[in-house]
Every structure is written in C-alpha cells, then in structure tokens.
C-alpha cells in the first residue's frame, strides 16, 4: 500500500462526479508529517527519492528521504539544543533554500510552530511578524540583506532570543551549520503531553494583507492531508517523478505546492532556487530536469507564451496547473497552441488547500474556477445565508465548518477572535469571494467582495474586464478597479502594463476601450485607463488593488 492509500479511501476514479460522490480523507490520530511521512519513508525506502535543488549558480543538490530524516532529527536536537520547546514560534526566512525542509520537518517534530516569511520583508514588517505572533527564534539565510534588516529590527523585537544564520558567520547570530555538526542525528518521537495532536498548532502563515495589515493564519497538524486532492487530483503528479510550484518559502504556496501533497502522493519536490524570475530559465530547467508536472501564477504564463517554445524540449511536462489570481483564457488557449496542454485553473486560500479546482474528470472550461473540492461542503450563499440557483452571484462558502472543520482548513486567525468570528459566522468558512455556478456545475469568479464595481447600477466583474484586455496584444498585465467620477460616482479604470513595443497613446486608450466593447458587454468598457511600469503588488506577487483604490480616492 502506497503512503497515499494509507490516508484515503480510494485514489483512482474514471469521473468527477465519482470523485465528488466517494472520496474521503482518513484523518487518523495524532497525524505528524514528519513523523508519518518522511520518516515512514525513510524506513520503508530510504534511497526513495525526495527533492533535486539547484540555483543559478550551477549548483544542485538531490535528496533522499534517508537524508531527510537525518537532517531533520538533527536540526530537531538543534533546536532544543537552543531552548525551543513545544508550542514556541520560530519564523524562517530562508528563500528557497533545502534548509528549509530540515527546520520545518524538526520543529514538527518538536511541535513548535514555523512562521514562513519572504525574503522581502523589511524591518518594519519584521517588527510587526515578531510581535503579532510572539516570535521567540529566527532562522534566516544570508542573502538579500535579510539578516541587515532582521537585525535593524531586534531592538523592536523582545520577545525574539535566538538568530540563527545559514550559509555564513556574523556576529550576533548562531551559526547553523555549526550547531548543526554539534546536534546528534538520534531522535525518538516524544510522548505524553510533548507528542504533537491533531488539534494543536502547526504553522502560522501571514495573509497578503491585500487591503489590511497581514492576519495570522493558523493551521493544525491535519493541514498537509488536505493537499492531498491539491496534489493527486488537481496536480496529477507522478510516482517518482519531480514537480515544479514556482513558490517562495515565505507563503502559503510553497505549502500548496513543494511540501506536503506532493510527497504524500510519491512524487519528488524540484526546488529551483531562482534570484529572480527569469522566463527563460524556467523553461531551461523544466528540459534539463525533465519536470513532469508544474504549477505557476497567471502572471508566469502570461511571461512564458511570449517565449519561443521551439527553442525547448519540454515534452515531459504532462500536466500544468495554476492558481493565485484568475486565469484569463487568451493565456489558456495561447499556451495549449504552444505545448498542447491544458493549464487547470485552482482556487483556494492561504487559509484553505483547494477549494475550487479543473480536477480530474472535469472537462477544462477556459475562464471557469471548475468544481468543487468534494472533501468540503461547498455552496454559494446570498447576505441572508440562503443558496443561490446557478447563474446568480454569491459568496463562495464552506458549510458544516463549525461540526465537522475537515482537513486542511484554518483553525482561525491567531490572537484575533474578531477575525476568526466574521469568517466563520454561521458555522460556516466564509472566503469572501463573489462567484457564480453556471448549469454544468462550473465555478465562475467574479471577484473579491472589496472589489466587485458597482457602477451606473451594474456589478461588474474586474476580472472579466481584465480578461477581455489581455487577449488585447498591447497589454501583459493589468488591474480593473472601481475609480470615483464626479458626475457617475464610480466608473471602471484599467491600470495597465504595456507589451514590449507598444507606447502609451490617446489613441491606444481608444482601442483597447473598443476592445473590451466588443469582446464584452459594452457598459464594462473602462473609461480610465491609466498605463503604468508596473503594478503594486504584495511580497507574494497578488495585485494590490485595494492599493489603486485608495490613490484614486486621494486624488478625488
């Protein structure tokens, strides 16, 4: 029996409808990844292989589960070594580096709680992360000026007493690699009241904080068998064969896509280790590592079709997937012309493993969500809580969150029960996003609540607007957001980022606005458009359209 098996019922299904009806997660007690993955692993086939790294530098690196499990059991004696304890938080701020696995994998073990953060954080959100959560230790890489800024950061930090260095020596900070050599590679899981459990807490993640400040977002130790239908059903990865999720350790993508399902599943992780993206190089190691299954934002395929494939061998890629923003059909179709592939659209939350998703046995809809997740009991409300019939626009919930609270969805935000009441309200999880079904059960979205536009008596979906101008050869990016007008009110703005080649112009703006009227209806045509460099975004690449908002409402 496959590790996959051991935790479902059922993994193969020849339709969707068989998938949503029959399939379920087994949730045993005291589930502990470290333990009952990469240790189980490492004992029934340590040579099994785990991750292949690589930067561009020309290093690279390959892993077997043996060789993680000795790591791990060695950063775990660190760790304790060093005073963490069950229940303590330890931020790692460590790119995407393999350090990463061994420090999440030992404070698993230990039952302390890791808190991913993004190598762009600045002192003033290293303040505000250390303080929120309490954060008693960091584990940082030295690069990027990471350790300048956690440093500029400790005197606004009391409760933080270890820092600890991978990759180099500085004063004031705990050598990694030298702890590391000292820590003993034995460790046996603990019990009693030291054991982990199901219900505690496992990680915290920070939200994008799109239109607020970040939120903590915690998870228990269930979470990673969420990911299951993440990676089996909607990544379609393969026994033994690598998958790439262009994902910073610092969000809950990484989680998503190079941790947890993933490896559940018998795939091995590829773990690239980029400065900064670069289309090209994407594609060079998707032929040189020969990726079978790889998962990336909109925005990185939006880069890619611009490339010329012709030059790239990538004909061990079988399935692509992506997720983060909505999935703009001119994409879609341009990249199944290029590869033959159909790239499945996914929908979910850093406080939820998919939700939404084209998963196997759904028949891709260019544009659509897809269905739902059948391990939880999706619907689409209205304000007063009723279901909606198809075509009608609601919020997408999660009903029966408060009995049952399957696998993989948050416990809440931490320290903020105001928070954690408004979004699950009801007994239900709350995401806040508009989205309709139509009358083949497929998954329409429409928009964040804060941004759907209301304008001359219309709502209009920014995200439709924005489709209809990327299939425009002029724009690679855009955002569409609601923009105040002193005689309509609110009218539709267009910010947008120009291909290479094109030049802003009143007669451009003419066009891309007779554009949209004839690819949709012609009252959601943007009556601004502004072209800017390049978008305002969070650390993890989603357009900050709170943030357009706010500036327009400035100069109103």
């Known amino acids: 029996m496959s590790l996959v098996e051991k935790f479902t019922n059922r993994v193969d299904f020849d339709t969707y409808e068989d998938f949503h009806a029959n399939f379920k997660i087994n949730v045993p007690e005291n589930f502990n990844f470290a333990y009952d993955i990469i240790d189980e692993y490492a004992r029934i086939e340590p040579d099994r292989p785990a991750l292949v790294w690589c930067n561009d530098f020309g290093e690279e690196k390959f892993f077997t589960f043996a060789d993680f499990k000795r790591e791990s059991d060695k950063a775990a004696n660190m760790f304790k070594n060093l005073g963490i304890k069950k229940g303590d938080k330890v931020m790692l701020i460590l790119r995407r580096r393999y350090e990463i696995y061994f420090c999440i994998f030992a404070l698993a073990k230990l039952g302390a709680i890791f808190i991913p953060a993004t190598n762009m954080l600045m002192k003033k959100d290293i303040v505000y992360r250390n303080n929120a959560a309490g954060v008693k230790a960091i584990v940082a890489y030295d690069t990027n000026d990471i350790p300048m800024h956690v440093d500029s950061a400790r005197a606004d930090s009391p409760t933080v007493e270890k820092y600890i260095l991978v990759g180099a020596k500085k004063e004031g900070w705990i050598s990694y690699e030298e702890e590391m050599e000292k ?40 979470y990673p068998l969420g990911h299951i239908v993440t990676a089996k059903f909607w990544h379609r990865v393969q026994d033994r064969k690598l998958h790439l999720s262009l994902a910073e350790s610092g969000w809950a993508k990484f989680g998503w896509g190079k941790l947890y399902g993933q490896w559940i599943c018998g795939a091995v992780q590829f773990l690239y280790d980029m400065e900064k993206f670069d289309a090209l190089k994407v594609l060079e190691k998707i032929e040189k590592y020969k990726i079978t299954t790889f998962c990336a934002p909109p925005t990185v395929y939006r880069f890619l079709i611009h490339e010329d494939f012709n030059n790239y061998d990538l004909s061990s890629l079988k399935a692509v997937t992506t997720a983060g923003e909505a999935l703009n059909p001119e994409v879609y179709n341009k990249f199944r012309e290029l590869t033959g592939l159909e790239i499945k659209d996914g929908f979910g939350q850093t406080e939820t493993t998919i939700l939404v998703g084209n998963f196997i046995g ?31 626009e609601g919020e997408l919930v999660i009903r029966n969150y408060s009995t049952k609270h399957p696998a993989g969805i948050t416990v809440g935000y931490y320290g903020d029960a105001v928070a954690t009441e408004k979004v699950t309200r009801f007994g239900m999880y709350h995401t806040g996003d508009v989205v309709y079904r139509d009358e083949y059960g ?24 924005e489709s209809a101008l990327i299939e425009h050869p002029a724009v690679v990016e855009c955002a569409v957001t609601g923009a105040p007008h002193k005689d309509r009110g609110l009218v539709v703005k267009a910010t947008v980022v120009l291909t290479k080649g094109f030049t802003p112009s009143d007669e451009l703006i003419k066009e891309l606005q007779n554009h949209v009227k004839r690819v949709t209806a012609p009252y959601k045509y943007p009556r601004i458009i502004e072209f800017v460099d390049e978008l305002p975004k969070t650390h993890s690449g989603k357009i900050k359209r709170a943030q357009i908002r706010r500036e327009d409402n400035a100069k109103a």
Request: charged share 25%; hydrophobic share 30%; aromatic share 12%.
């Open 183 to 222: 820590a003993s590679d034995m460790w046996e899981r603990p019990t009693g009241e030291l054991n982990t459990y199901n219900e505690d807490i496992m990680l915290i993640y920070f939200t994008s904080g799109t239109s607020s400040d970040p939120k903590m977002t915690a998870h228990n130790f269930t």
């Open 362 to 392: 759904v028949e891709t809809c260019p544009g659509s969500m897809g269905k739902p997740n059948p391990i939880y009991d999706i619907d689409i409300i209205d304000d007063d809580g009723n279901s909606c019939p198809d075509g009608v």
């Open 442 to 465: 497929y998954f329409w979205f429409v928009g964040r609540n804060d941004d759907v536009i209301k304008a001359s008596g219309y709502r209009i979906s920014p995200f439709e607007v």
